[in-house]
């Protein structure tokens, strides 16, 4: 019998059970996977930043999880001698209709007590010589991390203290009576309490305990290009464009990786399968969910001109490049790449809203991290505090 069963090896199930462990020492833990290793869904195909908080509303989840998550992630890097780096990120005003959108920003990031710096247009300049800008805010505390290695560690971690982790063991079925009953398909494994961090399937799992929500995971796509390595010197610190207040997407922006490289992107593509990272991936039981579900339709009447973009960014290389260009207007087709594409698990409501924030819900003897979007791989740390914290007050 555990006393933590833990269902997802991705980075947030991982750091749930890693806290347990260190919060409850002598606490017994199963940490479930059905795929051979850790962290090879969203958390493998991640950009790796370590956000800083600035974009999201004051007291929320994500505003909290971000900024001290920021803290605890780095701390952890430097404790284990994970490579990372605090290069600090540039958002961009790029005409003068944006100026109060990022003004907005810039007081949310003072709301959130955040250290950033508001920059002037030749201010912009010398900091990113390549970018075209009316003003931008550095935030120096945004880094870049591989969270991989991260996973990786954590796992390593979590099997030394005398914890299992199984993999190849996907969940077929979970009784929750005077304790939890898992069932996969090669074995039964009883614990007293749940914790579902199951990402891009943590709907279904929920569903399989006997939860039922007026929400459910929809696949999103994010299609990248990278700069090869002689348009690297274009991007000095992470640049991003002012969100767009009318799509719920940042944009494509330009991230640099810890490895050296820079990818540019993403755009947003409903995916045709949850783990469907090209565009000829595609299931029948992922794909017939979502048609099926009146909230997608909803979402996509409201955002019809938005998600027409996306699209042809998808297919068309020459479009995307026009939206770099307004951050970076001398890259050409000549300077990108391919390269390897992600999927957001985003949660959506049946009246067609998105779900904002970080969702936990709790059952009898459990708990379903439900929508867990970026910054989920940041804040993760702070997800196990947070996990541990709600099992003390029940």
């Known amino acids: 019998m555990y006393d933590y069963v833990i269902i997802g090896a991705g980075i947030v199930g991982l750091s749930v059970a890693y806290t347990i462990q260190k919060k409850q020492p002598d606490a017994f833990i199963a940490v479930l996977e059905k795929e051979e290793a850790a962290a090879l869904h969203q958390t493998g195909n991640n950009s790796g930043v370590i956000h800083s908080g600035i974009y999201y509303p004051p007291k929320s989840f994500k505003a909290a999880f971000a900024k001290n998550g920021n803290r605890s992630m780095i701390t952890f890097c430097e404790e284990h001698e994970i490579p990372y780096e605090q290069c600090g990120k540039i958002i961009v005003a790029t005409e003068e209709k944006q100026m109060a959108s990022l003004q907005n920003l810039y007081k949310r990031a003072q709301d959130n007590e955040l250290t950033v710096y ?90 399989l305990a006997g939860y039922h929500m007026d929400m459910q995971i929809v696949p999103f796509r994010g299609e990248y290009y990278q700069l090869k390595e002689e348009a690297r010197h274009l991007v000095k610190h992470l640049i991003y464009p002012v969100p767009n207040p009318d799509f719920p997407f940042l944009g494509v922006h330009f991230t640099r990786m810890i490895d050296g490289g820079v990818e540019a992107g993403p755009n947003a593509v409903l995916g045709l399968k949850r783990e469907g990272y090209s565009k000829m991936d595609w299931n029948v039981k992922d794909l017939t969910q979502v048609l099926v579900f009146p909230g997608f339709w909803k979402l996509a009447s409201s955002y019809i001109r938005e998600g027409t973009a996306e699209m042809v960014r998808s297919v068309s290389k020459k479009s995307f490049i026009k939206s770099l260009q307004k951050l970076i207007p001398e890259i050409t087709e000549n300077d990108i790449e391919k390269a390897p594409a992600g999927v957001r698990a985003q949660a959506l409501r049946l009246n067609g809203k998105l779900v904002d924030d970080f969702y936990i819900v709790k059952g009898k003897h459990s708990l379903h991290v439900c929508n867990a979007p970026s910054p989920a791989a940041t804040g993760s740390l702070q997800i196990g505090e947070e996990v541990f914290q709600r099992f003390q007050e029940s």
């Open 118 to 207: 508001w920059l002037e247009e030749d201010q912009l300049k010398e900091r990113e010589p390549h970018v075209k800008g009316v003003a931008g805010i550095e935030v120096p505390s945004t880094g870049i991390v591989n969270y991989k290695t991260v996973s990786d560690k954590l796992a390593v971690l979590i099997q030394e203290k005398g914890n299992h982790i199984f993999f190849n063991e996907q969940v077929i079925s979970i009784n929750e009576n005077d304790e939890v009953s898992i069932k996969t398909r090669k074995q039964t494994i009883n614990g007293k309490k749940m914790v579902n961090c199951a990402g891009l399937h943590s709907d279904r799992i929920a569903k």
